[in-house]
């Protein structure tokens, strides 16, 4: 078995829960308001992230996957936990699939998609086959240098002199209206809602115990960076053009230029994406190959790497006919999905509420 | 202690008190070497003794004056006076006490042992009626005096380096750690080199468990003849399908002596100026002695200028490739402009061009190295210069190419460990294959495939980015920077901390599996 210290978990939940709308946004729907409608979802996120939390901790030794059988019951249960790695398979697909979007059109125009997605899936693998304990210690050296990078955009943008705070007031013009529509529920399902896959590998961790204030403390730091973010890009662009871009944290690196000397850096805002991209990736995976090693009770989980890998490549590939669709999707199908809604709000309320009463049944009679 | 070795022949020999019969097995046995010679006497007319030794590896004074003459001269008396009392045991004290001016001494039953001491250069003094025989030691053969090292050189810091003789090697330790608690074990291995091993340590501060391990993989070597730590390092290392090298090599006493502080295992090899310390991480590769010699903020900023110059000879190149096949527009315009300039008339693609240059640069290097020292340094200075004014006129190549090239060069040469920097260099390659197959993204693919490989090194169950992954700020002062003596944890307290963060916990539980 693998051990991850505190510090390995922190680094893989910030980068994973940061994730990709590194690039893609988050809450572009609030205008000018989502840095805020960002803030409350982190609020309401973390709750739930800390719901996930309990569960594993009123259920120790198993596996977040395993609770549902051993709590509602084989019958019940099982279906429920099934449908998880399925979950998880399917938003790896579209991880996949967001790079095949991205990186052929703006920084390899000629390269043919699968071959990218190809080399993207050959390092994962590699990846998946070393274990999360590589991937911590990977996380660990990397998370300081994004940090770092992006540090050093945020000055570069303030330098290129395209910063405008007029453009985050008049605050609440339109009302809360348009916040709660972002809010819920695609704000709390993106970063937050998806950390479900990091349940599978909190039963890595040395201290379990800490994993509760370890989730809420990255997730905390993803929301107010995603929020800062945000409002940054809202001054730099105003609220039309935020709203209207497929990439606004793209456009933002572009908005970057100094003197004319350092301009168009766009590629190593993809090339950040990639890696957190990856990284998603590589957790959803991870989450997959570790729930089927579960449910089918094999002792080795390497025999899944190869078949789920392709399942990934396949489903990214061919996924969405194009960008638009690909992301309206996001947009407006997968938040009113009853499956997705079931598995990270409804299933694990009640399976919390369940743990808990029955945990505190035990203590009393024992 | 000398170990017991396995030889290629069992003897079926065993010695007798008849010197003339024991003296005709040796014969057998060193059939045909000439540089074995057998010495027959008569000691007083009592007793026939023999002495059996390897000219060229002892001291033929010692031999002439401090063995033959006493026993020659010796007073006849001394054999006779006790008469019938007169046994094995007065006999070898009379021999040890009264007869041989030597310091070491001892007495060997097996024919195996016999023949082992004397290939080592020890003499065999058979004597008749003792059923045992005498290793005198009066080993002397020309060495190599104590030299500046030849690839660890630095401008503030000894001189000294190791040389090929094992023993005055372990003298060059000794003299820097005067204390018992320096230990030294013998181990020999190699089937017919049987070359001697010796494991060093600090008592007291290493963990054992890595002594042990050592210890049970030099156990394990099986192999005709070990002629270079090489050998060694690639049979005891974790992961031998890895670019990365998983021990230290140094040819430094001081160097050895400050990784012994630090907790390490020293490996001193007969025949090699070459000692390995483990475990061997890869910060510590990019670390020299002079260091600790110099005053601390500039070796802090030397430790993180080699850090620019890992990155460089890693990526320049690669990124030179990446940037003008496919993000042209990432390089400010009037610096592109003169790019491209340069670049009009050369007919390769970058990738081309720059392969054609690094391939040029390595077999230039690798030249200066073969050829003889003084013409070494010519070729390399002469041909660089030559080759590379010489095609960028022709059109072969693009100046700034032939900046980024020799950049990478300078930066390669950076590298206090010419084994890590070796690695580095032909992980440029692949590195520049997928920048020009995918730019920029192919780049972070790689890089990502090159961590992850790392991450997965174990250097004597050790990981081998400690302490950056896993993380331990406590041990970060001394890999970016080079914090000063009082800020570094003492002695006591790094030990303490270096338990609470173990880093032989990962062995433990291999172990106990």
């Known amino acids: ?366 | 202690m000398v170990q017991k070795i396995q030889l290629e022949h069992h003897y079926d020999y065993i010695l007798s008190s008849d010197v003339s019969e024991d003296l005709a097995h040796f014969k057998t046995i060193f059939d045909n070497c000439i540089d074995i010679k057998f010495r027959e006497f008569v000691i007083h007319g009592a007793r026939k003794g023999a002495l059996v030794f390897l000219s060229g590896l002892v001291n033929i004074q010692t031999i002439d004056f401090e063995i033959m003459k006493p026993l020659v001269e010796s007073d006849e008396r001394l054999f006779q006076d006790s008469g019938s009392g007169f046994n094995d045991d007065s006999m070898k004290h009379l021999i040890e006490n009264r007869l041989l001016f030597s310091s070491q001494l001892s007495w060997f039953d097996e024919f195996s042992d016999v023949v082992e001491h004397i290939l080592s250069g020890n003499v065999a003094f058979l004597i008749d009626g003792l059923k045992q025989v005498l290793i005198i030691n009066a080993k002397h053969w020309d060495k190599r005096a104590v030299d500046e090292p030849a690839t660890e050189a630095v401008i503030r810091g000894p001189r000294e380096g190791f040389q090929e003789t094992i023993s005055t090697n372990i003298s060059l330790i000794r003299r820097r750690l005067k204390t018992p608690q320096l230990k030294m074990e013998d181990m020999i291995a190699g089937r017919l080199s049987n070359t001697q091993i010796v494991i060093t340590y600090l008592d007291g501060i290493v963990d054992k468990k890595l002594v042990d391990e050592v210890k049970k993989r030099i156990g394990k070597i099986k192999i005709d003849a070990i002629l270079e730590s090489g050998y060694v390092e690639e049979l005891i290392e974790d992961n031998s399908f890895s670019l990365f090298p998983q021990v230290l090599i140094t040819e430094r006493p001081d160097r050895v002596v400050g990784n012994l502080l630090e907790g390490k295992v020293g490996i001193i090899i007969d025949n090699t100026p070459f000692v390995i310390i483990v475990p061997g991480t890869f910060f510590q590769l990019l670390q020299s002695p002079e260091d600790y010699y110099q005053r601390y903020f500039i070796a802090s900023a030397i430790r993180m200028l080699r850090f620019f110059a890992v990155l460089f000879s890693l990526l320049l190149p690669s990124l030179y490739i990446a940037l003008t096949t496919y993000h042209q527009e990432m390089i400010p315009t009037m610096l592109l402009i003169s790019i491209a300039a340069s670049r009009e008339t050369v007919p390769f693609p970058a990738f081309i061009e720059a392969l054609v240059m690094e391939i040029a640069f390595e077999s230039l290097r690798e030249a200066g190295v073969r050829l003889p020292r003084p013409v070494g340094q010519a070729v390399s200075i002469v041909g660089g210069l030559v080759i590379g004014q010489a095609a960028v006129e022709a059109g072969i190549v693009s100046s700034p190419l032939v900046i980024v090239v020799s950049m990478t060069g300078i930066a390669s040469f950076i590298f206090p460990s010419f084994q890590l920097g070796l690695a580095f260099r032909l992980l440029r390659f692949p590195m520049m294959v997928a920048a020009a197959t995918f730019g920029l993204y192919g780049i972070l693919m790689m890089l990502l495939l090159l961590l992850i490989h790392m991450l997965r090194l174990h250097s004597f169950g050790v990981p081998y980015l400690t302490p950056m992954a896993p993380l331990r700020i406590s041990g970060l002062k001394d890999v970016i920077i080079r914090a000063n003596w009082p800020k570094q944890s003492s002695h006591a307290e790094e030990l303490k901390s270096q338990r609470y963060h173990n880093p032989f916990k990962r062995l433990r539980q291999r172990q106990n599996r």
């Open chain 1, 1 to 366: 078995m693998e051990i991850i210290s505190r510090h390995q978990l922190l680094t893989i939940s910030i980068i994973y829960q940061i994730g990709t709308t590194i690039i893609f946004g988050f809450a572009a729907g609030a205008g000018r308001d989502s840095w805020l409608a960002v803030l409350i979802s982190t609020f309401f996120g973390t709750a739930v992230v800390w719901i996930y939390t309990r569960i594993t901790h009123f259920n120790p030794g198993l596996t977040y996957i395993e609770c549902y059988p051993a709590q509602f019951g084989k019958v019940l249960g099982t279906p429920i936990a099934w449908m998880h790695p399925l979950l998880f398979l399917y938003i790896s697909g579209r991880i996949v699939a967001d790079i095949k979007n991205l990186v052929p059109t703006t920084i390899l125009p000629g390269t043919p998609p699968w071959v990218i997605l190809l080399f993207f899936m050959l390092v994962i693998s590699y990846g998946l086959y070393s274990g999360i304990e590589v991937m911590g210690k990977l996380t660990e050296i990397i998370l300081p240098i994004i940090l770092l990078i992006y540090l050093l955009e945020v000055i570069l943008i303030f330098s290129s002199g395209v910063v405008h705070f007029d453009n985050l007031a008049p605050l609440l013009d339109k009302g809360w209206g348009r916040i709660w529509e972002v809010v819920w529920p695609l704000g709390i399902i993106q970063s937050f809602g998806e950390s479900l896959a990091l349940a599978l590998v909190w039963t890595s961790m040395n201290e379990r115990k800490s994993v509760g204030r370890t989730m809420i403390i990255s997730s905390l730091f993803a929301g107010v960076f995603i929020s800062f973010t945000d409002a940054l890009a809202v001054s730099v662009f105003g609220e039309e053009i935020f709203k209207r871009a497929t990439y606004p944290m793209y456009a933002l690196i572009q908005a970057i230029s100094v003197s004319d000397f350092i301009t168009q850096l766009d590629a190593t805002g993809v090339i950040y994406f990639c890696f957190m991209a990856f990284l998603k990736t590589y957790i959803y995976l991870f989450a997959t190959i570790r729930s089927l090693q579960k449910l089918t009770y094999s002792k080795s989980s390497r025999i899944y790497i190869f078949p789920v890998v392709i399942i990934a490549l396949f489903l990214g590939l061919t996924m969405a006919p194009n960008v638009v669709e690909h992301i309206a999707v996001v947009q407006k199908v997968i938040p009113y999905n009853p499956i997705y809604l079931s598995l990270m709000f409804v299933f694990p309320i009640l399976l919390f509420v369940v743990s808990w009463i029955r945990n505190k049944i035990s203590t009393a009679t024992s």
